[in-house]
């Protein structure tokens, strides 16, 4: 949500919660003499900006004729579009973009279109809300699984939540909704079926591009969809609910943000903001008689009465709405008789197979349980394990990483069972969190028992894996992992295997910071300044983020050493250039808050995508297309901080070379108030789909009966569906004259 309009919690972004009060370091605290014999790394950069353009060079060789259009082809080649506060999409000249699946699009034969009046039912057959993550699960002309037919293909996408102002889905309710508790039922059964995955076939029509209502494929999973539990953590107790008294299920996936796609070509679905949506009464500490559980739950935002986002908790007595309330109510010692650990079974990267609605979608809890954005994997190399970068957004969380026991088989890339794959490289394997030291390298810092700074934590005491997989937080505090400025999307560049993170904004960094919530800025997260909104609105912090990348050691994606550097600093052009526009952008290219970021398989573009509220006085969320170079390819940078007491924080960073214009350029605005997200492609590279989130979510719940005050009609205004009012949607984008979308 943006422009919160009162200090009431459901107005705050539950993006924007800080629950790490952990005394995790600032870098300076950690700086460790023995690592800076590691700084060597630094020198050992490659070529790698060389390595896109001969890569792409000898994969056109002898390829014929698309392949030698593609030598030819010029990559950023398109003029930017301008910033923009139009309602509507802008791309480049040459380039067409149109609506292709919109919120409450029907997706059976029989379930009626949509009237967009708050009077539609039946979502659990329909697109859900809020469009995010999304990947190309390829279909050959008979309907089975393809990676190389380039017309025809599922799109797996998470609809990670609704417009809502104070509890209500207002957009879904015929007057608005109820907006204070007790919820209606029948308004929170909506809420229920809006959320989790869509799975929708789409086919290219002559120049035109279609989803197929009636497809067989077409599946749903809501906030009530069972799934397993998979990994450490399966029948843990920790895991215990009266609906699995054995641990081994739970219902629903949840505010699904960012997304991966295995390499044995499965869809991996990131949960997000999903603790706004439990709650627990005042007395549930005393309840549970200090249990360690209490430590957890505020760990993970749930101090006991924590208000909910939607308040279905209250819609009645039916277990679908009793588990939203966490609390110690039975008699039993395990759980079995109430839902005390519901929360438990939410946080993880699920694994779903988009071509087989028969399977239950599995959480992978080894992974770890967080904020989740994207899964991103390492370039699979036969003989060496896979490893997943993840992100934790909230502020001052961590960064994770994955590696798997196994080694990538080739032979799994097509297996007969693709979720038994994943039991292979999901279920066993290491979790670890990052820290980023001063001097430009950093750690991944195993989260096991045997690590003796989890042995010895005392405010969280570990049991054993399962519960660092259920806690992760807490084991990353443990290890003193470095708080980041939320971590978002991470991407790994096909040219060379380096990791992408957009870090999005933190308004909690401080020169002198206060409290436990603030952070001194720090080699990794090196910006605490003042942007101005509008005409006054002061926005301290790091208003407008960064885009970060690590190289990993000798090891590759086992490695647990790296070496980093900031690809691109968010900023206005006209921003101070000695410390905040660091990367020195130009209005070809300014940019603020970071967030989907996906490099193209095809052509090797870094997508950066936004989901701003420090430039929307300027421009609406956008997305930009970059060419980078590689970690070390610019310059350290020392940021002096005047201190009130006179003195200087001076805080080392290591800025990327910065992006003339043919290597960074704006593609694409959006309408009013919406954010960019998700991405997918055809393999060829020449049809990209996109998400367009939210559209008009800063509209005033009150005047839902107006449709002339709703902040954005898209896309009605475009002459897509019924109604006015607005729907997050996937846009398909083409290249006028058949070229890659980038060209
Ligand atoms: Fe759902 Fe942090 O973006
Ligand atoms: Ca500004
Ligand atoms: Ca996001
Ligand atoms: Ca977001």
């Known amino acids: 949500m943006s422009n919160p309009t009162d200090l009431d919690i459901s107005y705050i ?348 979608a599995k959480k992978r809890t080894g992974l770890g349980r967080f904020a989740h954005e994207s899964a991103a994997f390492s370039k699979a190399v036969p003989g060496q394990p896979l490893a997943i970068y993840q992100g934790d957004d909230s502020r001052n969380e961590y960064i994770y990483k994955w590696v798997s026991a196994a080694k990538w088989d080739a032979a799994d890339a097509n297996p007969a069972d693709r979720l038994a794959a994943g039991d292979k490289y999901l279920d066993h394997g290491k979790l670890y969190a990052a820290r980023f030291n001063a001097d430009g390298t950093g750690q991944w810092l195993e989260l096991s028992p045997t690590n003796p700074a989890i042995a010895a934590y005392t405010k969280y005491p570990f049991a054993d894996q399962a519960d660092i997989a259920v806690n992760t937080r807490l084991a990353g505090d443990a290890v003193g992992a470095t708080r980041m400025d939320r971590p978002e999307w991470g991407s790994v560049n096909p040219a060379n295997g380096e990791i992408y993170f957009a870090l999005t904004n933190n308004s909690n960094r401080r020169v002198e910071p206060s409290g436990s919530s603030q952070l001194a800025p720090d080699s990794a997260n090196p910006r605490a300044y003042s942007d101005i909104k509008g005409t006054a609105t002061v926005q301290a912090g790091n208003p407008n983020g960064h885009i970060l990348r690590m190289k990993e050691g000798a090891a590759g994606s086992a490695a647990t050493s790296f070496t980093w550097d900031v690809y691109l600093f968010g900023a206005e052009a006209s921003a101070a250039p000695g410390s905040v526009n660091l990367s020195k952008l130009t209005g070809e290219q300014d940019f603020s808050s970071p967030d989907g970021l996906v490099f193209s398989p095809s052509t090797g573009i870094c997508w950066i995508q936004t989901d701003d509220g420090a430039y929307t006085d300027v421009t609406n969320c956008m997305m930009l297309a970059g060419l980078p170079g590689q970690v070390g390819d610019g310059r350290k940078v020392t940021l002096n901080y005047p201190k009130a007491d006179g003195g200087v924080l001076a805080v080392d960073t290591y800025v990327g070379k910065a992006p003339t214009p043919d290597k960074l350029k704006r593609f694409l605005v959006g309408p009013v108030a919406c954010e960019i997200t998700g991405l997918a492609e055809t393999p060829d590279g020449k049809t990209m789909f996109i998400n367009i989130q939210h559209p008009g979510e800063n509209t005033v719940q009150a005047n839902i009966a107006d449709p002339a005050k709703y902040t954005s009609q898209w896309p009605a205004n475009v002459g897509y569906g019924a109604g006015k009012r607005p729907r997050s949607a996937t846009i398909v984008i083409t290249k006028n004259d058949g070229g890659r979308i980038g060209s």
């Open 13 to 360: 972004d539950p993006d924007d919660l800080n629950n790490n009060t952990s005394n995790n370091p600032s870098f300076e605290s950690v700086l460790d003499a023995r690592l800076s014999r590691r700084s060597v790394l630094r020198g050992s950069v490659g070529t790698a900006a060389a390595a896109v353009f001969g890569s792409l060079a000898a994969s056109a060789a002898g390829l014929g004729e698309e392949a030698v259009a593609a030598q030819r082809e010029k990559l950023l080649g398109f003029k930017e579009v301008a910033k923009s506060l139009a309602d509507s999409v802008t791309v480049p000249a040459g380039y067409t973009a149109s609506v292709l699946y919109a919120l409450g699009d029907p997706l059976t034969a029989s379930t009626p279109a949509y009237k967009n009046d708050g009077t539609d039912s039946d979502y659990e057959n329909r697109a859900g809300d809020h469009h995010d993550g999304m990947e190309w699960f390829g279909l050959d002309n008979n309907g089975r699984p393809s990676t190389t037919n380039n017309n025809r293909a599922l799109l797996a996408i998470n609809h990670e939540a609704t417009t809502d102002e104070k509890l209500s889905s207002f957009f879904l309710h015929a007057n608005g909704g109820t907006s204070s508790l007790p919820r209606p039922a029948s308004e929170v059964d909506k809420e229920f079926a809006i959320h989790g995955v869509s799975v929708v076939e789409v086919r290219r029509k002559g120049a035109k591009w279609e989803y197929l209502k009636d497809s067989a494929y077409n599946m749903r999973l809501t906030a009530l969809t069972e799934i397993e539990i998979a990994g450490p953590a399966r029948g843990n107790p920790l895991m215990v609910t009266r609906f699995s008294p054995n641990g081994t299920k739970t219902r629903g996936t949840l505010n699904n943000c960012g997304t991966g796609k295995t390499p044995w070509g499965t869809f991996l679905t990131g949960e997000e903001n999903w603790a706004g949506y439990f709650t627990r009464p005042k007395g549930d500490d005393a309840a549970r008689e200090g249990n360690k559980s209490v430590t957890a739950l505020v760990r993970y935002g749930r101090a006991e009465g924590a208000s909910t986002r939607h308040g279905w908790e209250t819609a009645g007595k039916d277990d679908r709405f009793a588990r939203w309330m966490n609390a110690k109510t039975g008699t039993s010692t395990n759980g079995s008789d109430d839902y005390r650990n519901e929360l438990n079974g939410m946080g993880y990267i699920v694994e779903m197979d988009a071509y087989d609605k028969t399977r239950l």
